[in-house]
């Protein structure tokens, strides 16, 4: 009996991890496209502004005042220097010839911000792509504070809609070190993800919205600590979050236990602080550097 209910506790365990995984990826995936989503509304503002066609009427313009001209040309010095008409059409196509200036310009401008969207498009593709999860655990060297900015890299389009500033005090002399990268990249999405919500859960909130992320190394440990102002949790219940199925708002509430699974099992340790409702919270990420492989190559 004994033996069964071990067995049975163990593939319940297993199924937990991988479903784990796979959430994780969904939620990279969903994140991914929602950030893409986020970059391609601009670009359909700025596809708008450069169609209308305010080029073409300054051309036409341009045009009637050289038609103009050219029907006086057998006395086109007096025409535009004496002529009251003539000095008219004379200094509108000045003001035609800027107004071109400026709409180029003003273009150009537009093709810029789009250039960079779809540049910050391809990003996002290319860092999904470079984490895309795999089932077996590939251990590769990591800088710490690299995968920091990744991670607020993917979310940077949700962040800056609800115009959260994301603030960074990294540590200079981190060491690298060995570890699944692309799952830690996860636990770190994770978490911010969780910031953001907690911030976005405030209602009325009129306050500046900000997540600090920190990298540190302290004695044999190395970690990152992200903080945010938002609706924060009662200490009480802080034991609860890292369970699976606690949840605020009603979702799976899978994050944390995933990010306390992963951490744990590289002999790190996760810790969510906060005062209580309404006084942020900060969550911690400590690695033991003697339990984990470091990179000697520098
Ligand atoms: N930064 C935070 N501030 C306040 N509460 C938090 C914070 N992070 C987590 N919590 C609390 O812990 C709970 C569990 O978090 P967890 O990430 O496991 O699940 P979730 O975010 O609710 O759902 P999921 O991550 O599956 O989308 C949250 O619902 C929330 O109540
Ligand atoms: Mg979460």
């Given at each position: 009996m004994v033996e069964d209910r071990t067995k049975e506790l163990k593939e319940t365990q297993q199924e937990l991890v991988s479903k784990a995984i796979e959430a994780g990826m969904a939620h990279v995936a969903s994140m991914v496209l929602h950030n893409i989503g986020n970059a391609i509304t601009p670009i359909n503002?700025?596809?708008?502004?450069?169609?209308?066609?305010?080029?073409?009427?300054?051309?036409?313009?341009?045009?009637?005042?050289?038609d103009d001209l050219q029907s006086r040309d057998d006395d086109l010095d007096y025409y535009i220097k004496e002529d009251v008409r003539g000095k008219q059409v004379f200094s509108y196509m000045a003001d035609l010839i800027r107004s071109l200036?400026?709409?180029?310009?003003?273009?150009?401008?537009?093709?810029?911000?789009?250039?960079?969207?779809?540049?910050?498009?391809?990003?996002?593709?290319?860092?999904?792509?470079?984490?895309?999860?795999?089932?077996?655990?590939?251990?590769?060297?990591?800088?710490?504070?690299?995968?920091?900015?990744?991670?607020?890299?993917?979310?940077?389009?949700?962040?800056?809609?609800?115009?959260?500033?994301?603030?960074?005090?990294?540590?200079?002399?981190?060491?690298?070190?060995?570890?699944d990268k692309s799952k830690l990249m996860q636990v770190i999405v994770n978490l911010i993800k969780n910031s953001y919500e907690a911030i976005e859960a405030q209602k009325n909130n009129t306050k500046e919205k900000v997540v600090l992320i920190e990298s540190f190394v302290e004695n044999d440990s190395v970690g990152f600590k992200i903080t945010d102002n938002g609706i924060g949790i009662e200490p009480e219940k802080i034991d609860k979050v890292f369970e699976f199925g606690k949840s605020r708002k009603g979702s799976t509430g899978f994050g944390l236990?995933?990010?306390?699974?992963?951490?744990?099992?590289?002999?790190?340790?996760?810790?969510?602080?906060?005062?209580?409702?309404?006084s942020g919270a900060t969550v911690s990420v400590y690695f033991d550097m003697s339990r984990l492989r470091h990179d000697d190559s520098g």
């Amino acid at each position: 009996m004994v033996e069964d209910r071990t067995k049975e506790l163990k593939e319940t365990q297993q199924e937990l991890v991988s479903k784990a995984i796979e959430a994780g990826m969904a939620h990279v995936a969903s994140m991914v496209l929602h950030n893409i989503g986020n970059a391609i509304t601009p670009i359909n503002t700025y596809m708008e502004k450069v169609q209308t066609n305010e080029l073409g009427k300054i051309l036409h313009y341009l045009e009637k005042c050289y038609d103009d001209l050219q029907s006086r040309d057998d006395d086109l010095d007096y025409y535009i220097k004496e002529d009251v008409r003539g000095k008219q059409v004379f200094s509108y196509m000045a003001d035609l010839i800027r107004s071109l200036a400026d709409k180029n310009e003003e273009q150009l401008e537009i093709f810029k911000k789009i250039e960079s969207a779809i540049f910050y498009i391809s990003e996002i593709l290319s860092l999904q792509q470079s984490y895309s999860l795999t089932e077996r655990e590939i251990r590769e060297v990591v800088y710490l504070n690299s995968l920091l900015e990744d991670a607020v890299e993917m979310q940077i389009g949700t962040l800056e809609t609800s115009m959260i500033i994301v603030k960074k005090q990294f540590e200079d002399n981190l060491p690298k070190f060995m570890i699944d990268k692309s799952k830690l990249m996860q636990v770190i999405v994770n978490l911010i993800k969780n910031s953001y919500e907690a911030i976005e859960a405030q209602k009325n909130n009129t306050k500046e919205k900000v997540v600090l992320i920190e990298s540190f190394v302290e004695n044999d440990s190395v970690g990152f600590k992200i903080t945010d102002n938002g609706i924060g949790i009662e200490p009480e219940k802080i034991d609860k979050v890292f369970e699976f199925g606690k949840s605020r708002k009603g979702s799976t509430g899978f994050g944390l236990q995933y990010c306390k699974m992963f951490v744990e099992s590289n002999g790190g340790t996760i810790t969510l602080k906060s005062n209580g409702i309404g006084s942020g919270a900060t969550v911690s990420v400590y690695f033991d550097m003697s339990r984990l492989r470091h990179d000697d190559s520098g």
